[in-house]
T-cell receptor
Framework: AQTVTQSQPEMSVQEAETVTLSCTYDTSESDYYLFWYKQPPSRQMILVIRQEAYKQQNATENRFSVNFQKAAKSFSLKISDSQLGDAAMYFCAYRNSGNTPLVFGKGTRLSVIA | GAGVSQSPSNKVTEKGKDVELRCDPISGHTALYWYRQSLGQGLEFLIYFQGNSAPDKSGLPSDRFSAERTGGSVSTLTIQRTQQEDSAVYLC???????????FGSGTRLTVV
């Protein structure tokens, strides 16, 4: 079974600085998808960024980018120019191709210090 | 609808009672997923539907939990004879194609007293 590991239960960053959240996963598949979700106190899970395993280019969405290392099975999230609104739980997630369920890590709580 | 709608938003129930949690997915989304999030924990997969059928029920924690989906749309998660350990946030999500990720509802916070 696939597993997703987030080794940092909590992280903090100064406003306007950059922070990187770590994620590793375990799979024997070659075709899969990776995601980062943000969960603010409102409980609403928000998709931040996604990456297809067959793409070598790292995904980028505005201030959010990933460092996808397929051989190392690593998928870290970099948040640049951190803002107070970035404070939330961040979950890394994996899924095989098709409509199989997402497998989530346990999350990293990010605090942003003004 | 515009988003995934879950009701009720919060539910307090007495131990031993049955509860029904509802999820109304985005129109046209064929896949629907239920997850449970206990306090401070990650998301635990419960069950998913493709149309009205449930190919994967492996995450249901006991036979007190069941779910159904009708008309390829609304889904109901039922918990019978609730226990205190059932207290959690129950999240529903839907997707058209899974590789684009899910759209989540805001969840139902269930408290069993």
């Amino acid at each position: 079974a696939q597993t997703v590991t987030q080794s940092q239960p909590e992280m903090s960053v100064q406003e306007a600085e950059t922070v990187t959240l770590s994620c590793t996963y375990d799979t024997s598949e070659s075709d899969y998808y990776l995601f980062w979700y943000k969960q603010p106190p409102s409980r609403q899970m928000i998709l931040v960024i996604r990456q297809e395993a067959y793409k070598q280019q790292n995904a980028t969405e505005n201030r959010f980018s990933v460092n996808f290392q397929k051989a190392a099975k690593s998928f870290s999230l970099k948040i640049s120019d951190s803002q107070l609104g970035d404070a939330a739980m961040y979950f890394c997630a994996y899924r095989n191709s098709g409509n199989t369920p997402l497998v989530f890590g346990k999350g990293t709580r990010l605090s942003v210090i003004a | 609808g515009a988003g995934v709608s879950q009701s009720p938003s919060n539910k307090v129930t007495e131990k031993g009672k049955d509860v029904e949690l509802r999820c109304d997915p985005i129109s046209g989304h064929t896949a629907l997923y239920w997850y449970r999030q206990s306090l401070g924990q990650g998301l635990e997969f419960l069950i998913y539907f493709q149309g009205n059928s449930a190919p994967d029920k492996s995450g249901l924690p006991s036979d007190r939990f069941s779910a159904e989906r009708t008309g390829g749309s609304v889904s109901t998660l039922t918990i019978q004879r609730t226990q205190q350990e059932d207290s959690a946030v129950y999240l529903c999500a839907s997707s058209f194609r899974g590789n684009y990720g899910y759209t989540f509802g805001s969840g139902t916070r269930l408290t069993v007293v």
